[in-house]
């Protein structure tokens, strides 16, 4: 079975604290994704990386940024915890469509909910 | 964002019964995925449908596509308890491996 998984289930961080959010993948995928998930919002796109030491923004990178220094692990960062950042945050991996995988899901981790205060 | 939209936003039913969930999306899709998410926990798959397909089957779930009117639904038939979770419709338009989802339909399953 494909897992994923993040560093931590629960998070209290103090405002301008600088928090890492680590996501770990084990089946080899190129791409990972991070996603924060809000009531009445949905999931929304962070960031997400096709290969390592690759980024591209997603639709609200404002105030994180990332890193994949290894393909089977991708970090959020937030340079400067605030209060609007208190969210659920999501990793997913998926394969690349252009490597004979005929599946493209998603496979996500158990979400890490983080309070800023 | 081009972001699909889920009708009804919470559906409640009873054990047996069947649910019904739509999804609404915006410009031309690679395929549409629907996902489950239980309470608190990280998003499942449960089914993709490719643009050129018009329904596909999986255990209870039965999906279809309609590209002209661009709208997908999710059925379940004889739903159990164990359904209660929220259900996203997910759309893959720019063939980069990317996903935008729906803001998700909450359905309550009672015994």
């Known amino acids: 079975d494909v897992k994923v998984t993040q560093s931590s289930r629960y998070l209290v961080k103090r405002t301008g604290e600088k928090v890492f959010l680590e996501c770990v993948q084990d089946m080899d995928h190129e791409n990972m994704f991070w996603y924060r998930q809000d009531p009445g919002l949905g999931l929304r796109l962070i960031y997400f990386?096709?290969?390592?030491?690759?980024?591209e923004k997603g639709d609200i990178p404002e105030g994180y940024s990332v890193s994949r220094e290894k393909k089977e692990r991708f970090s959020l960062i937030l340079e400067s915890a605030s209060t609007n950042q208190t969210s659920m945050y999501l990793c997913a991996s998926s394969p690349d469509q252009n490597s004979g995988s005929k599946t493209y899901e998603q496979y996500f981790g158990p979400g890490t909910r983080l309070t800023v205060t | 964002s081009q972001q699909g939209e889920e009708d009804p936003q919470a559906l409640s039913i009873q054990e047996g019964e069947n649910a019904t969930m739509n999804c609404s999306y915006k410009?031309?899709?690679?395929?549409l995925q629907w996902y489950r998410q239980n309470s608190g926990r990280g998003l499942v798959h449960l089914i993709l449908i490719r643009s050129n397909e018009r329904e596909k089957h999986s255990g209870r779930l039965r999906v279809t596509l309609d590209t002209s009117k661009k709208s997908s639904s999710l059925l379940i038939t004889a739903s159990r308890a164990a359904d209660t979770a929220s259900y996203f419709c997910a759309t893959d338009y720019t063939g980069y491996s990317t996903l935008t989802f729906g803001k998700g339909t909450m359905l309550l399953v009672s015994p």
């Open positions: 990386s096709y290969d390592v030491k690759m980024k």
């Open positions: 410009t031309s899709i690679n395929n």
